[in-house]
């Protein structure tokens, strides 16, 4: 399939840059470049506002059985179109093609969530305390227009969270993707715009990330701000919306613990943690990235967990019998380097990996580190990246102490057998989400989001439909 040259989105056209300027698109696998994405300049997002103005007037009058209609359709497009919108997205992101379509898959499951979801946004009657001449209600409005600010990691998955929550309650949103992967996310925004979405509910556009992030953000057009990615970019994001009083998500990084107890059944931790942290080449924010091993089982876990690295086939996610694609850019290949000499400085061992693969593309070997000193920058850091790192523990205390011991709060995995052990996890652990004895299921209908220097709000299940709710008071004398 060959890879378009993809534009922007406004007032329901796909259209060029005002400017005609445009950034190169490159194949993670090859190094190559493959295509043009449009650079939005001032002009286009102010058309890009005021498209969104007028868009969330029309979508916020429409009855939520009628958007309902919509978003189900523009699922079944998505379904349709699943298997050449991997191609697209393998080319772009490097993803094996069974990963790609996953994703594209998964988005029209969360849009048939939300767009019945948005059925049941109730606001209620509240009894009067003094005279029953009066009627007290509270209701439920959409909040406004909305700027959304996603990452290349799941260029289809961040976006579609955040869209349909807020199109089941009735927002409009401007999408500023990630233009590494521009292809996917507009192809996403095309199943909408095909299904009969209203002009202007929807926009979509790539460019200077600070530039477009400080334009819209303070714009007094949009009531509503939507982010996910690295914590410090997040925090200047969440800064910049608080000095305008504009309501806020931040989906931020994590650096996952998973705490393997003695009692656990360390096939199945191998076979859920090894397949949680080599997807996507590591490229994840919920991947298990500190694994902390009971001393008795270290050994074992880290020889039975590097067998299953091994077998995994790194290459091209086009080609067949790929199981891990390549890092999406050069700067990733960087980071691995970084992160394994430091590594081994410290005093860990590299159990597998910790080379580059090859001179062509962006191959990294999947890297098993044992013995981690806690001074290493891969227990401090988040690596972003096929690499796990590994050291012992104790007792289940020293654990959770170490999984709490950083400022991030996002994701995290226990395997035991012990249900007083999973307890204990379930309640001392400082994190948004936590699976146990499982790989990880964000599914739709549960929250998804994290704590502390993770991020705050919800990105699944109706916790995040409130996100993009005001929420009014209203007292009616009828004498």
């Known amino acids: 399939m060959t890879y378009p040259n993809t534009q922007l989105f406004i007032n329901g056209e796909w259209q060029d840059a005002a400017s005609g300027k445009t950034l190169a698109v490159f194949n993670p696998a090859t190094g190559a470049e493959i295509g043009r994405v449009a650079h939005a300049s001032i002009a286009d997002l102010d058309r890009a506002l005021a498209a969104a103005q007028k868009g969330f007037e029309k979508w916020r009058d429409m009855p939520a059985i009628e958007r309902n209609k919509i978003m189900r359709k523009a699922a079944a497009l998505m379904r349709e179109r699943a298997g050449d919108i991997a191609l697209l997205l393998t080319q772009e992101q490097g993803k094996p093609l069974a990963e790609a379509k996953g994703e594209a898959m998964a988005a029209a499951d969360i849009i048939e969530w939300f767009a019945d979801e948005g059925q049941r946004v109730y606001g209620r009657i509240v009894p009067p305390r003094f005279a029953l001449t009066t009627r007290q209600m509270v209701l439920k409005d959409p909040v406004g227009p909305v700027a959304a600010f996603t990452p290349w990691n799941f260029p289809i998955n961040q976006v579609v969270r955040k869209m349909a929550a807020a199109l089941a309650t009735g927002c409009s949103m401007i999408v500023k993707a990630p233009e590494e992967t521009p292809a996917a996310p507009a192809a996403l925004i095309r199943a909408f715009a095909d299904a009969g979405i209203p002009a202007g509910v929807l926009g979509l556009v790539y ?64 076979k859920s943690a090894g397949a949680a942290k080599f997807r996507n080449a590591g490229q994840v924010c919920i991947s298990p990235t500190r694994f902390l091993v009971h001393e008795s089982i270290k050994n074992e876990f880290a020889t039975a967990l590097t067998q299953y690295a091994q077998g995994l086939k790194v290459g091209d996610g086009a080609a067949e019998g790929t199981t891990m694609g390549p890092l999406a850019n050069p700067r990733r290949l960087t980071a691995m380097a970084e992160f394994t000499q430091d590594a081994v400085k410290s005093g860990a061992t590299v159990a597998l990996g910790g080379e580059r693969i090859g001179s062509t593309g962006n191959f990294w070997q999947p890297t098993i580190l044992t013995d981690v000193p806690l001074q290493a920058k891969v227990f401090n850091d988040e690596p972003f990246g096929p690499m796990a790192a590994i050291r012992g523990f104790n007792t289940l205390d020293e654990a959770i102490a170490e999984a709490n011991r950083l400022p991030y709060g996002l994701a995290s995995y226990a395997f035991t057998r012990s249900l007083k052990n999973a307890d204990l996890i379930t309640r001392r652990l400082e994190v948004g989400m936590l699976w146990v004895n499982m790989p990880a299921l964000p599914n739709a209908e549960m929250p998804f989001g994290g704590v502390k220097d993770s991020g705050y709000g919800s990105e699944g299940g109706p916790e995040a439909m409130e996100a993009y709710l005001n929420t009014r008071s209203i007292a009616i004398s009828n004498v």
Do not use: W
Not at 240 to 267: F, N, S
């Open 207 to 270: 460019g200077n990330p600070a530039e477009i992030s400080n334009y819209l953000i303070p714009h007094p057009t949009i009531r509503k701000i939507t982010f996910t990615g690295s914590t410090p970019v997040g925090k200047q994001l969440a800064a910049l919306a608080g000095q305008h009083m504009k309501r806020v998500t931040m989906e931020l990084g994590g650096h996952a613990p998973v705490i393997v107890c003695e009692d656990a059944d360390i096939a199945l931790a191998v």
